[in-house]
């Protein structure tokens, strides 16, 4: 999984106080995807990308065919894996978002795009070929307005205009079939000793230099977004502080270990302080350090402060010149946007659950329940994900379902992982029994909780 990105928003509470005197909050019900929809969808996109092939190049045609069959592949199993948001009402207000861009850049009129909502938690945004455009609801739940929203979908509508993608991978092609890589391949393929050691070095120089030149290419978007929000309603300056977010997105505040503790400190089952004990050998040991420094060397997108002084004279400028004025808050819909937002934060939760992502969908809702502490669906999930872990780990397949802990992933998610680890079957049916047992009758009325608990108890009586 990826897990790289995974940012909280840092407000502590304490959930110890009695069941009896929380505030009971409405429960989500997650959007039903239109399966029909998703289908048609990737049948069309499938048949553009049949055309699509029979005007590669000729020249090293089987090399061209094998990279793009690759990104098919990617965009395909976002379709299967129903991570494309059907909702037509949240499709309706991107769409409006992206109307906005275009009517006012009339030459985007003539390159056909087409803009989805992701439902991964993963704040992020990507042009991922054939003309698709993700922007993933864990990072729209992050921003502050319809102006940053736009910043993000003119950068990859540039990624778009200016083939980035595609002109990355011609230069692969290129690369890996020029006269001098065909020679280092064939000295490889004839020495005696260390073909994989020089294979792999070989692929990861490669690798720099690909990540080298998509740190030209963000440098570029970032500049063509600028300029195509310039006509448009929308506030250039959304651009620095979306670039001020994105700066800070995966730094690491949620205490959660503190937080676990605080959850499931049951008065019939108390917290116990070895569920937390760190294990160095499931965070790889040297292997943290050599993690830190291939990061800081394959960092796909150039420092954010850098990219924020680069624009700023563009953004000063654009904001002189607009006609009018721009608009910093709302020039859609800034009601659907607060209401998207929030709705976003328990789609990404229940869309990980629906991909067996046990490890995030819990760490998700531990996170939010710091602020809806009466959470009828987020209190349900949390017992449903024991549940399911407890189900993991007797059938031995835990492996499936929760991550294992790992140098590449932020410390407070390693601290769940680790504490998913620590765990004995028994004590994963007694915490999930006891966690929703305090919020035993008040919230039998919701089906999720309801169906968590009863499974919980047969769980427990189980052992």
Not at 222 to 250: E, F, I, K, N, Q
Not at 284 to 290: E, F, I, V, Y
Not at 402 to 422: C, E
């Amino acid at each position: 999984m990826e897990r790289l990105l995974a940012p909280a928003l840092i407000l502590c509470f304490f959930i110890g106080s009695s069941p009896v005197a929380r505030t009971q909050t409405r429960d989500f019900s997650p959007t039903l995807q239109d399966t029909v929809l998703l289908s048609k969808l990737s049948t069309d996109y499938q048949q553009h990308f049949k055309e699509e092939l029979n005007q590669l190049p000729s020249e090293n045609k089987k090399d061209f065919q094998e990279i793009y069959g690759n990104r098919w592949k990617n965009i395909k199993e976002k379709f299967d894996k129903r991570e494309i948001y059907t909702d037509a009402g949240a499709q309706s207000y991107l769409d409006a978002l992206v109307a906005e861009i275009v009517r006012a850049n009339p030459s985007l009129a003539a390159t056909p795009f087409h803009c989805y909502f992701s439902r991964s938690y993963i704040p992020n945004a990507s042009y991922i070929g054939e003309g698709i455009i993700l922007f993933n609801m864990g990072l729209f739940d992050r921003l502050s307005n319809e102006s940053e929203a736009a910043f993000i979908l003119c950068h990859e509508i540039s990624h778009y205009i200016l083939r980035h993608q595609e002109n990355s991978m011609n230069k692969y092609v290129a690369t890996i079939n020029s006269a001098e890589m065909q020679s280092r391949l064939r000295k490889i393929k004839g020495s005696e000793y260390r073909k994989n050691e020089q294979l792999e070095s070989l692929v990861k120089g490669l690798t720099f230099d690909s990540r080298r030149h998509s740190r030209d290419h963000e440098a570029q978007a970032d500049s063509m977004a600028v300029v195509l929000m310039g006509p448009t309603r929308y506030d250039p300056s959304g651009a620095l502080t979306t670039l001020a977010l994105l700066d800070g997105v995966d730094k690491d505040g949620f205490d959660l270990e503190n937080n676990l503790q605080q959850v499931f400190n049951a008065k019939d089952y108390p917290f116990k302080k070895k569920w937390l004990k760190q294990d160095n050998g499931l965070l790889g040991g040297h292997a943290r350090l050599q993690e830190q420094e291939l990061g800081d060397s394959l960092k796909t997108h150039p420092s954010c402060p850098l990219r924020i002084r680069l624009l700023t004279p563009m953004v000063g400028a654009r904001k002189r010149g607009q006609a009018g004025g721009s608009a910093s808050g709302g020039v859609v819909d800034a009601a659907k946007f607060a209401a998207l937002k929030e709705r976003f934060r328990y789609e990404v939760i229940e869309y990980a659950y629906a991909t067996d992502d046990y490890s995030e969908s819990l760490f998700l809702s531990l996170e939010l329940l710091q602020t809806s502490t009466s959470d009828g669906y987020l209190v349900g999930n949390i017992g449903r994900v024991m549940n399911g872990l407890y189900r993991a780990q007797k059938g031995h397949r835990l492996s499936k379902v929760a991550d294992m802990p790992s140098p590449g992933y932020p410390s407070n998610y390693n601290s769940l992982l680790q504490f998913i680890q620590n765990l004995y079957l028994e004590d994963i049916a007694s915490i999930s029994y006891y966690f929703l047992g305090s919020w035993h009758p008040q919230l039998d009325r919701l089906a999720l909780f309801r169906t968590a608990y009863e499974e919980s108890a047969r769980n427990v009586q189980e052992q």
